[in-house]
């Protein structure tokens, strides 16, 4: 009878000495634990540490490419310290189109555009292609990824981007494209407007709101 005793004291003392390291070992834990380094799956991206997407310097543009991944080709944006070489508009709730810089022209620039998307956990982002009008057989033709001309605003509230291509410096003549974007961030060609360059430089000067409609979106 008093084996058994002893025995089961020392099951018992087993027991307590366990529960008192599962304690210390749990208020170590408790004592190091930072709450801040917990990434919640609920499309906040807060946590990411994401650069600023407004008022970009040349550092923050570095670490957008990191994050994008655009084509070497755009190098400019964040190689070199040009003003607005990288915007972001918000199209749609944590929705974002990126418009970066490539190239500068006399005139205008080259421009790519990528669409970013923080819904998505990780946040998702794909470089986006633009479809032209052809006058020659009066249709829309496949574009490419890089659009040339002046951006004329990627406003947030109509989710709509307009570039205007001059033909010379002076505006009189060139192009004007205007897309929309659905919600997966693909541009749609909803307008395009064009006025041929007339032979003398000091020509009438016609508003671009008056330009010829080529084509409209039905």
Same mark, same amino acid.
């Given at each position: ?12 003392? $087993? ?27 609920? @499309? ?18 570095? &670490?957008?490419?990191? $994050?994008?991944?655009?084509? &070497? ?79 004329? @605003? ?30 997966? @961030? ?31 979106? &039905?």
């Amino acid at each position: 009878m008093g084996k058994k005793i002893s025995f089961s004291v020392a099951i018992a003392i $087993i027991i307590i000495v366990a529960i008192v390291l599962l304690l210390i070992l749990n208020r170590q834990y408790l004592s190091t634990f930072n709450i801040s380094e917990i990434i919640f799956h609920n @499309g906040n991206t807060n946590s990411l540490n994401l650069p600023p997407k407004t008022n970009i310097s040349l550092e923050d543009r570095k &670490k957008w490419h990191e $994050i994008l991944k655009w084509p &070497k080709e755009c190098s400019l944006a964040y190689t070199e310290d040009f003003d607005n070489s990288l915007n972001f508009y918000e199209i749609y709730p944590k929705k974002y189109l990126a418009e970066i810089l490539c190239e500068v022209y006399a005139y205008q620039g080259g421009w790519m555009y990528m669409f970013f998307d923080e819904n998505q956990n990780p946040p998702a982002q794909k470089l986006l292609l633009f479809d032209t009008f052809d006058k020659t057989t009066n249709s829309i033709t496949a574009g490419s990824t890089m659009l040339v001309g002046v951006p004329m @605003g990627a406003a947030a509230q109509s989710k709509e981007l307009t570039m205007f291509i001059k033909y010379r410096g002076i505006g009189d003549c060139g192009e004007i494209k205007t897309y929309r974007f659905n919600e997966d @961030g693909n541009p749609i060609l909803k307008e395009y407007k064009a006025e041929e360059c007339s032979e003398s430089v000091a020509g009438n000067f016609i508003s671009t709101d008056k330009w010829p409609l080529i084509y409209q979106e &039905k």
